[in-house]
Nanobody, 125 residues
Framework: EVQLVESGGGLVQAGGSLRLSCAAS????????IGWFRQAPGKEREGVSC????????YYADSVKGRFTISSNNAENTVYLQMNSLKPDDTAVYYC??????????????????WGQGTQVTVSS
């Protein structure tokens, strides 16, 4: 059974940091890229960042570039999202998702096969 389990969300003040974790199981980790997405109330789900565990490639949305860092621990089948300099606009439910990787990273939600249940991130001003 495929499982993606997010953790690490919470409440933080603007300028603070959080680290999200996505623990994956039930599929061959190296064959997939893992993406982080977020959805704020009343807004569409948007891609934040993604990583390929097989070659280490990463990609970031412009809105988080320079503030967020994605990394992959292949030994633990876990992907992390380090979020620094958080802003109130970063408030959302954050989801991780998995997509078969064929050499090109993508951040389109509709292209991802498996999803976690989400973790809430709230940034207060």
């Amino acid at each position: 059974e495929v499982q993606l389990v997010e953790s690490g969300g919470g409440l933080v003040q603007a300028g603070g940091s959080l680290r999200l974790s996505c623990a994956a199981s039930g599929f061959t980790f190296d064959d997939y890229s893992i993406g982080w997405f977020r959805q704020a109330p009343g807004k569409e789900r948007e891609g934040v960042s993604c990583v390929s565990s097989s070659d280490g490639s990463t990609y970031y949305a412009d809105s988080v570039k320079g503030r967020f860092t994605i990394s992959s621990n292949n030994a633990e089948n876990t992907v992390y999202l380090q979020m620094n300099s958080l802003k109130p606009d970063d408030t959302a439910v954050y989801y991780c998702a998995a997509r078969r990787y064929f050499g090109l990273l993508r951040l389109s939600p509709e292209e991802y096969d498996y999803w976690g249940q989400g973790t809430q991130v709230t940034v207060s001003s």
